[in-house]
């Protein structure tokens, strides 16, 4: 249901409250009394059975009972009274309820069928419930204080959003010490119908909000989550705290990849993909918020910081060193600038300190002098109360000069005393972060630099790797053979068939289930060989002893097979299935690990790293979510030791060839959910060539048990939605190929758009582009196939784009904005209508209800082409009509 109803939890006009009391110590009296306390403006309706009154209040025995529409229901009764009041507020119109009661799920079999009612009621009537177990909603700049606590908060620009009430109390008491202000405040209780996805989305397109701020215990929905996020982490900067940094799966696996993916990974993971900064502590939580939306963000980690204390100076250059920031290089012309400028005794360097007598003119040049330092990307003040500069002079000497630079400027008032205190409040009021320690303006820094960095590597522009479809249909005989026979793990044979169908390197494996086939058959791969135990019950070979190196002779060869098959009898309940047999790789390589696992909240995830018999011990692993491209396979990548030990060894690995094998793992994952775990390990790459050299592959049974089609989707970010794929005739000799954009048609599309003419390009945008940054391309190319879908149209033989469609779903779930774009040349051929139809499909597929598009009034053919289509016009200035089609 998206965001439909929130605005009235948020902006109510009435609210009742439910289980009112004159009591102050209940949670009904607490919300009655500071929701009149707090000033709120609107209607406020008590609801109470037994009384007439309620703190001087008229009351009411039910909400039915109340003469006007409720736009908010806050619930403070029991637990069992619950259900049947949900169900008399979606008779009665109301909007949106806030259930405070505690007593549900955390309660067992009683609580969970509570909650199965709430949500039976909740789905009849369309009304949003934020709880159960809920500390409230509180807007301060329009004084709702719909909360049980009464603790005020400061209005301001972030959406605190938390899934503890005891945390919303804490925050809310460290805000207001540090001034920090809130456009609102949000216990999400138990999720039982708005989630952590709902308020995102909400707050993404609040104008109140800037940046969104959360403290999670556990994700519920997580592609919802993962959608909302990264829809407006490129507008919005969100910042998360997640509780349980250390906790680890406990979760029996069968693989290397099962093993080595803990939750906290994960998370990290999932929150770097979206583009979400994770910090570790609550106060690091909102002096982030603020510096991300108050200030430019820094493009690279280099930072001169600028003092009149040398010791706090070395403090913050230990922080920025060990966060991995460095210190900004002076360029000759400001390293000159500053020795005519300071005093003689003033030592020119990065951090420049200018020395406690340092006088406000001082400060002024210095920092004027650096901020035109071409190397650095953010600056640093860091004052101590000394000399003869107060702390209010410094302030408004930084705000000024701030106007002179596009770049990160952050302060660190070291002092708390009131003239500070009031100093790092005129900063923040103007824009400027202000701290009161240099270790803590520094991380701000380095998160911010953190976040921008991410996002900048998200929206590359990825490379196009050609991947051919696998045969997908015999691989999935083989998973029903396993099925069939009981089995778990694919054997080894079956497992490389896979690899193979995807084009993944796998080393020359034969299978041999005599001695004399195990003789025959090393002849044929050649002396020296690798002899492995087949068996579907003996996990790891190498650890107990399965795998034997450097066999070299045929005599040998025998002697392995019977200690292998003797060996294998030993491991009960263990059944001996032959040998496989494989050469001796003796060029020198690195050997790295791929696998996946499912995760039980994220779905399928993958592993790349470090591998060989040491995977767990050095745990060398990064994490990525499929669908990945090939930007996201570097990424990858690039997060591992060994890769930064590849470089700092010279011995480089093939990163192209890597990319590509993960993009074709990657698409394996996505064809086969079945597969719960993928272990190969290792894959052993040298310079030119790579090979698998085992593979694991464990099987869901409940999957496998019913159709796929059955079961929900196992990622988290939707992949490129191939199912839009059609082919349209122009003309006789001219074809054209319809698909979902990717991130990869970036430089087509740009062509595509600067190829348009004047006319065209003005019925389309209202305006003429001058320019194409990156930045606007890739929000059209770089999309969310949950929410937004566009279909270019390639010319089949040059791959040329040539027209361009598309529907974005709004936050609400119940509209869509389309568009339409056809190339001058091949206007008048059918092709807008062909979009058109697939845009429609793509509405109903997102089950929108209307699309609605902007057409100028003298765009004639567009504005017939939707008429055609059933589009109903309404005029929506002297320029412009807005074009409506029902959906359903």
Same mark, same amino acid.
């Given at each position: 249901?998206?965001?439909?109803?929130?605005?009235?939890?948020?902006?109510?006009?009435?609210?009742?409250?439910?289980?009112?009391?004159?009591?102050?110590?209940?949670?009904?009296?607490?919300?009655?009394?500071?929701?009149?306390?707090?000033?709120?403006?609107?209607?406020?309706?008590?609801?109470?059975?037994?009384?007439?009154?309620?703190?001087?209040?008229?009351?009411?025995?039910?909400?039915?009972?109340?003469?006007?529409?409720?736009?908010?229901?806050?619930?403070?009764?029991?637990?069992?009274?619950?259900?049947?009041?949900?169900?008399?507020?979606?008779?009665?119109?109301?909007?949106?309820?806030?259930?405070?009661?505690?007593?549900?799920?955390?309660?067992?079999?009683?609580?969970?069928?509570?909650?199965?009612?709430?949500?039976?009621?909740?789905?009849?009537?369309?009304?949003?419930?934020?709880?159960?177990?809920?500390?409230?909603?509180?807007?301060?700049?329009?004084?709702?204080?719909?909360?049980? /606590?009464?603790? #005020?908060?400061?209005?301001?620009?972030?959406?605190?959003?938390?899934?503890?009430?005891?945390?919303?109390?804490?925050?809310?008491?460290?805000?207001?010490?540090?001034?920090?202000?809130?456009?609102?405040?949000?216990?999400?209780?138990?999720?039982?119908?708005?989630?952590?996805?709902?308020?995102?989305?909400?707050?993404?397109?609040?104008?109140?909000?800037?940046?969104?701020?959360?403290?999670?215990?556990?994700?519920?929905?997580?592609?919802?989550?993962?959608?909302?996020?990264?829809?407006?982490?490129?507008?919005?900067?969100?910042?998360?705290?997640?509780?349980?940094?250390?906790?680890?799966?406990?979760?029996?696996?069968?693989?290397?990849?099962?093993?080595?993916?803990?939750?906290?990974?994960?998370?990290?993971?999932?929150?770097?993909?979206?583009?979400?900064?994770?910090?570790?502590?609550?106060?690091?939580?909102?002096?982030?918020?603020?510096?991300?939306?108050?200030?430019?963000?820094?493009?690279?980690?280099?930072?001169?910081?600028? /003092?009149?204390?040398?010791?706090?100076?070395?403090?913050?250059?230990?922080?920025?060193?060990?966060?991995?920031?460095?210190?900004?290089?002076?360029?000759?012309?400001?390293?000159?600038?500053?020795?005519?400028?300071?005093?003689?005794?003033?030592?020119?360097?990065?951090?420049?300190?200018?020395?406690?007598?340092?006088?406000?003119?001082? !400060?002024?040049?210095?920092?004027?002098?650096?901020?035109?330092?071409?190397?650095?990307?953010?600056?640093?003040?860091?004052?101590?109360?000394?000399?003869?500069?107060?702390?209010?002079?410094?302030?408004?000497?930084?705000?000024?000069?701030?106007? #002179?630079?596009?770049?990160?400027?952050?302060?660190?008032?070291?002092?708390?005393?009131?003239?500070?205190?009031?100093?790092?409040? !005129?900063?923040?009021?103007?824009?400027?972060?202000?701290?009161?320690?240099?270790?803590?303006?520094?991380?701000?820094?380095?998160?911010?630099?953190?976040?921008?960095?991410?996002?900048?590597?998200?929206?590359?522009?990825?490379?196009?790797?050609?991947?051919?479809?696998?045969?997908?249909?015999?691989?999935?005989?083989?998973?029903?053979?396993?099925?069939?026979?009981?089995?778990?793990?694919?054997?080894?044979?079956?497992?490389?068939?896979?690899?193979?169908?995807?084009?993944?390197?796998?080393?020359?494996?034969?299978?041999?289930?005599?001695?004399?086939?195990?003789?025959?058959?090393?002849?044929?791969?050649?002396?020296?060989?690798?002899?492995?135990?087949?068996?579907? #019950?003996?996990?790891?070979?190498?650890?107990?002893?399965?795998?034997?190196?450097?066999?070299?002779?045929?005599?040998?060869?025998?002697?392995?097979?019977?200690?292998?098959?003797?060996?294998?009898?030993?491991?009960?309940?263990?059944?001996?299935? *032959?040998?496989?047999?494989?050469?001796?790789?003796?060029?020198?390589?690195?050997?790295?690990?791929?696998?996946?696992?499912?995760?039980?909240?994220?779905?399928?995830?993958?592993?790349? *790293?470090?591998?060989?018999?040491?995977?767990?011990?050095?745990?060398?692993?990064?994490?990525?979510?499929?669908?990945?491209?090939?930007?996201?396979?570097?990424?990858?990548?690039?997060?591992?030791?060994?890769?930064?030990?590849?470089?700092?060894? *010279?011995?480089?690995?093939?990163?192209?060839?890597?990319?590509?094998?993960?993009?074709?793992?990657?698409?394996?994952?996505?064809?086969?959910?079945?597969?719960?775990?993928?272990?190969?390990?290792?894959?052993?790459?040298?310079?030119?060539?790579?090979?698998?050299?085992?593979?694991?592959?464990?099987?869901?049974?409940?999957?496998?048990?019913?159709?796929?089609?059955?079961?929900?989707?196992?990622?988290?970010?939707?992949?490129?939605?191939?199912?839009?794929?059609?082919?349209?005739?122009?003309?006789?000799?001219?074809?054209?190929?319809?698909?979902?954009?990717?991130?990869?048609?970036?430089?087509?599309?740009?062509?595509?758009?600067?190829?348009?003419? #004047?006319?065209?390009?003005?019925?389309?945008?209202?305006?003429?582009?001058?320019?194409?940054?990156?930045?606007?391309?890739?929000?059209?190319?770089?999309?969310?196939?949950?929410?937004?879908?566009?279909?270019?149209?390639?010319?089949?033989?040059?791959?040329?784009?040539?027209?361009?469609?598309?529907?974005?779903?709004?936050?609400?779930?119940?509209?869509? =904005? !389309?568009?339409?774009?056809?190339?001058?040349?091949?206007?008048?051929?059918?092709?807008?209508?062909?979009?058109?139809?697939?845009?429609?499909?793509?509405?109903?597929?997102?089950?929108? =209800?209307?699309?609605? *598009?902007?057409?100028?009034?003298?765009?004639?053919?567009?504005?017939?082409?939707?008429?055609?289509?059933?589009?109903?016009?309404?005029?929506?200035?002297?320029?412009?009509?807005?074009?409506?089609?029902?959906?359903?």
């Amino acid at each position: 249901m998206g965001t439909e109803n929130l605005n009235l939890i948020f902006n109510p006009k009435s609210i009742a409250v439910i289980g009112a009391s004159d009591k102050q110590d209940a949670v009904g009296g607490k919300v009655l009394s500071n929701l009149v306390k707090a000033g709120y403006m609107g209607s406020i309706f008590p609801v109470n059975a037994f009384r007439q009154t309620v703190q001087g209040i008229p009351a009411y025995p039910s909400i039915t009972k109340i003469p006007l529409k409720v736009d908010l229901a806050v619930i403070a009764t029991p637990a069992h009274t619950v259900p049947q009041l949900v169900e008399e507020c979606g008779e009665t119109g109301v909007s949106g309820i806030i259930i405070a009661s505690a007593g549900f799920r955390e309660k067992g079999k009683a609580g969970l069928e509570l909650e199965k009612q709430i949500l039976e009621h909740q789905k009849r009537y369309g009304v949003r419930i934020i709880g159960t177990n809920s500390f409230g909603v509180i807007r301060p700049k329009i004084n709702l204080y719909a909360s049980f /606590t009464d603790k #005020q908060a400061h209005t301001g620009k972030i959406a605190f959003i938390s899934q503890s009430a005891a945390l919303c109390a804490y925050a809310l008491d460290w805000a207001t010490e540090a001034h920090v202000g809130f456009s609102a405040v949000v216990s999400t209780g138990s999720m039982l119908d708005v989630d952590l996805g709902d308020l995102i989305d909400y707050f993404g397109t609040d104008t109140e909000t800037r940046s969104i701020v959360l403290y999670i215990e556990s994700v519920k929905n997580a592609r919802k989550f993962m959608s909302a996020a990264r829809n407006f982490t490129r507008n919005k900067p969100i910042i998360v705290v997640k509780a349980g940094r250390f906790k680890e799966s406990s979760e029996a696996t069968l693989s290397h990849s099962g093993s080595l993916v803990g939750e906290t990974a994960i998370y990290d993971a999932a929150f770097k993909r979206a583009g979400i900064v994770r910090v570790d502590a609550i106060r690091e939580l909102f002096n982030c918020a603020e510096a991300l939306a108050m200030q430019p963000n820094p493009e690279k980690p280099d930072l001169t910081i600028i /003092t009149n204390a040398g010791g706090p100076a070395i403090m913050a250059t230990d922080s920025l060193v060990a966060r991995g920031g460095k210190l900004a290089k002076l360029s000759e012309e400001t390293i000159q600038a500053l020795q005519e400028t300071l005093p003689s005794y003033c030592s020119i360097s990065n951090p420049l300190d200018i020395y406690e007598d340092a006088t406000p003119e001082r !400060f002024r040049k210095a920092i004027e002098i650096c901020i035109r330092n071409p190397s650095s990307s953010g600056f640093l003040i860091i004052y101590t109360p000394q000399g003869s500069t107060t702390s209010s002079e410094l302030a408004q000497l930084i705000v000024d000069l701030t106007k #002179q630079t596009k770049k990160t400027v952050i302060t660190a008032l070291m002092s708390e005393d009131n003239r500070c205190l009031q100093a790092r409040k !005129f900063l923040r009021r103007n824009g400027v972060p202000a701290f009161t320690t240099p270790e803590e303006a520094v991380s701000t820094f380095m998160y911010m630099y953190n976040y921008t960095q991410n996002l900048t590597l998200l929206y590359q522009t990825p490379q196009e790797l050609s991947i051919e479809p696998a045969n997908t249909r015999l691989l999935r005989e083989s998973l029903r053979r396993a099925f069939c026979e009981g089995r778990k793990v694919l054997t080894l044979p079956e497992a490389i068939q896979f690899l193979r169908e995807y084009k993944i390197p796998t080393v020359k494996t034969l299978i041999a289930n005599t001695r004399e086939e195990a003789v025959a058959l090393a002849s044929e791969v050649g002396y020296p060989i690798v002899m492995k135990a087949l068996s579907l #019950q003996a996990t790891h070979k190498f650890k107990i002893g399965m795998v034997k190196l450097d066999v070299c002779s045929s005599a040998e060869t025998v002697s392995v097979f019977d200690e292998l098959a003797n060996k294998i009898k030993k491991y009960t309940p263990a059944e001996f299935r *032959g040998v496989a047999i494989q050469p001796m790789l003796r060029e020198r390589g690195y050997e790295l690990m791929l696998g996946s696992k499912r995760d039980k909240h994220f779905g399928s995830v993958i592993v790349f *790293g470090a591998g060989g018999t040491a995977t767990e011990f050095f745990k060398d692993t990064a994490i990525g979510f499929p669908p990945l491209t090939q930007t996201l396979a570097k990424i990858l990548i690039e997060e591992t030791k060994i890769y930064q030990h590849s470089i700092a060894s *010279g011995y480089l690995l093939n990163v192209n060839m890597l990319e590509d094998i993960l993009v074709r793992f990657s698409q394996l994952v996505l064809d086969f959910p079945e597969i719960t775990e993928i272990d190969v390990n290792p894959l052993i790459m040298s310079e030119n060539e790579v090979a698998a050299v085992d593979i694991r592959m464990v099987l869901d049974w409940d999957r496998m048990m019913r159709e796929v089609a059955e079961h929900k989707d196992t990622i988290i970010i939707a992949s490129h939605p191939q199912k839009y794929n059609m082919i349209h005739r122009l003309n006789a000799e001219t074809e054209a190929t319809l698909r979902p954009i990717k991130p990869e048609d970036e430089a087509r599309l740009c062509e595509f758009l600067m190829s348009l003419s #004047q006319e065209t390009i003005r019925f389309r945008f209202f305006r003429i582009l001058k320019e194409l940054p990156h930045e606007t391309l890739t929000r059209y190319c770089n999309l969310d196939y949950d929410r937004e879908i566009a279909i270019v149209a390639e010319l089949k033989d040059t791959k040329k784009i040539i027209g361009v469609g598309g529907v974005i779903a709004e936050p609400n779930g119940k509209n869509g =904005e !389309f568009a339409v774009l056809v190339g001058d040349r091949w206007q008048g051929l059918g092709l807008g209508s062909k979009l058109m139809d697939g845009i429609i499909n793509i509405a109903k597929d997102l089950r929108l =209800e209307k699309i609605y *598009g902007y057409v100028l009034v003298n765009n004639f053919k567009m504005l017939h082409l939707c008429e055609k289509k059933g589009f109903k016009t309404e005029t929506y200035d002297e320029d412009v009509v807005k074009l409506t089609l029902k959906i359903i």
